[in-house]
């Protein structure tokens, strides 16, 4: 029991979440995220996966959403329903959904904002840990983030995360809408980061495939619950999974989104 | 020519100032989408407090100005912790109906205290400060106010551009969302911004009532110049807020220079709808980048 509280830098133990005071989103979702791990959530559109994200960094409050039900445990305390500046302050930082950079900000400037947990110290060091993991921006630092490709405002989201020292890195999304090849060294730079870093990563995907390579664990959301979790090469070799979440069907050929639907309605009805 | 560079001198300190009284009203609206329309009032109430100071207690001036720049601080920051930050969340409406009832509230202190009656401060600013360039002559007041204008406009844009805090107040007026996840004190920006706002603010009034003398209704309603001033430069531009307050100011000076003082008022705003109607997102507003 002991040591499982050490290896554990995350517990979220039955939550439920509600919007509003009446929109119940999730319905008792638990997941453990072991220290130095990459943990990897998936589901389809409106599983509820950001907003189990948003219930752990403190970013439901302004949404208006509250964790009504469970505990948030990290590092051995409870952090339900603390405020984002708390949160951040104890090394949570989420990467938002859908590349939020500051637009008329300049790359650096962007990244500049990453050490708001920890103002007036020194940052040089962590800029030049950022453009070593990301390259790429070291050319565009005086350049506005509106105006970076979508590849690099993915970067300059991330590296921003990063210049808070983050020990739990919870990424929402990162390769939606990239294209193939900048997909693809994302995930290789996340790995990177969990290896060398030793930060701790929840990342959340549709891209199964490529989130179940780096994952050491998965687990599946669907309708504001969690149906599935195991080892991210059991996941893998799952058959549900290879069908309804890996595109691959029984036969290896592609299904199509509407067959993932129909999946839904039968869960749903039968 | 020389009533023109006169008339031009002028116009442009005073213009200057409606610039640097704008960018308080700018900013808080810029971190939290309020519209100030306390703003004339917060002009009014430095050029007070200076007053008091000035006049009543007969501090030295320096002195004076500098307790005034810091009380006018404290206050914008009680302001919002008070009055402000209980509606965060709430509907903007609401907030900005609260300011129209804090500009109420304070006029009516105001009026208490100090009555609707002209003041006038003594005459304190050296007659050495006064320049003349072969015939014209720029008086010592419009010389503070210059001096004063760009400097802090230059002090502003240092600390906007450089500074932690004026990033993070940056990154909250970019995207409050993004900003929160990365632990900005959100908070702490709005509460910032409001006692920015009242500091340039009462540096505005005290110039305004060295210039045209102190009452509580004309300064307010010079300090309603920020509308014009905004919605010219774009309401959501620092920069814009400058050259539209320069742009005001000339335009005054000359109506009444070369038509009539009492078109002075009226001038700027026929100006104002024109320009919308060609430009309405004011000259500098942002363009939203948007990407595919
Ligand atoms: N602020 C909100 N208010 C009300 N309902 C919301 C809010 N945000 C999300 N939801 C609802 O919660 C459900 C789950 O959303 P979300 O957590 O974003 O799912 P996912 O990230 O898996 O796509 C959706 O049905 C969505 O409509
Ligand atoms: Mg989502």
């Known amino acids: 029991m002991e040591n499982e509280k050490d290896d554990t830098l995350l517990l979220v133990n039955n939550i439920s979440v509600v919007y509003s005071d009446v929109i119940q989103v999730l319905k008792g979702v638990s997941l453990k995220v072991p220290r130095g791990q990459i943990v990897s959530l998936l589901g389809s559109n409106g599983a509820g996966k950001t907003t189990t994200l948003k219930a752990i960094s403190g970013l439901l409050k302004p949404e208006n959403g509250k964790v009504t039900d469970g505990e948030i445990t990290y590092d051995g305390a409870g952090i339900q329903n603390l405020s984002p500046e708390e949160i951040t302050r104890k090394g949570i930082i989420q990467v938002l959904e859908g590349r939020q950079p500051f637009k008329y900000l300049t790359v650096e400037e962007n990244l500049r904002v990453g050490t708001a947990t920890r103002p007036l110290k020194p940052y040089k060091k962590d800029l030049e840990m950022v453009y070593h993991y990301f390259p790429a921006l070291t050319k565009r630092r005086k350049t506005m983030a509106g105006y970076c490709s979508g590849g690099e405002i993915q970067m300059v989201v991330m590296g921003r995360a990063l210049m808070a020292h983050p020990k739990l890195l919870l990424l929402d999304e990162p390769s939606l809408g990239l294209a193939p090849l900048v997909v693809k060294e994302i995930f290789r730079i996340i790995r990177l980061i969990n290896e060398e870093q030793h930060t701790t990563i929840v990342l959340v995907e549709q891209n199964a495939n490529m989130a179940l390579k780096i994952a050491h664990y998965g687990y599946v959301m669907e309708n504001g619950r969690v149906v599935m979790e195991g080892e991210a090469k059991d996941l893998t070799e799952n058959p549900d999974v290879k069908e309804f979440y890996l595109g691959v069907g029984a036969g290896g050929t592609a299904r199509s989104y509407r067959d993932v639907k129909s999946y839904k309605r039968r869960k749903r009805w039968l | ?292």
């Open chain 2, 1 to 292: 020519m020389e009533f023109f560079l006169q008339l031009l001198i002028n116009g442009l300190s005073v213009g200057l100032l409606y610039g640097l009284s704008a960018l308080g009203f700018v900013m808080i609206f810029k971190s939290s989408s309020v519209l100030n329309f306390a703003h004339g009032q917060l002009l009014a109430i430095g050029a007070f407090f200076f007053l008091v100071l000035v006049s009543w207690l007969q501090l030295p001036v320096a002195l004076a100005f500098l307790v005034t720049l810091a009380g006018s601080f404290v206050l914008g920051f009680t302001v919002e912790r008070i009055f402000l930050r209980p509606l965060i969340g709430e509907p903007l409406i609401f907030v900005i109906m609260l300011t129209v009832g804090l500009s109420s509230m304070f006029k009516g202190l105001l009026l208490f205290f100090f009555g609707g009656n002209l003041q006038t401060y003594p005459d304190f600013l050296p007659a050495s400060l006064g320049m003349q360039f072969g015939g014209i002559t720029i008086a010592p007041v419009y010389v503070a106010s210059s001096l004063m204008g760009v400097t802090f406009l230059v002090l502003f844009g240092l600390f906007f551009k450089y500074s932690p805090q004026g990033i993070f107040m940056r990154s909250v007026a970019d995207n409050q969302t993004a900003a929160l996840s990365l632990g900005v004190h959100v908070k702490k920006v709005f509460a910032l911004s409001w006692a920015i706002a009242a500091l340039v603010a009462s540096m505005s009034g005290i110039v305004l009532g060295v210039i045209n003398g102190i009452n509580v209704h004309e300064i307010s309603s010079i300090g309603l110049k920020v509308f014009p001033v905004v919605i010219l430069g774009g309401l959501d531009s620092i920069g814009g807020a400058i050259i539209g307050g320069i742009i005001i100011g000339l335009l005054e000076t000359f109506t009444s220079g070369y038509l009539s003082p009492s078109l002075r008022d009226v001038i700027p705003y026929i100006v104002l709808v024109a320009i919308l109607l060609v430009k309405p997102y004011g000259l500098f507003g942002l363009v939203e980048i948007e990407r595919v």
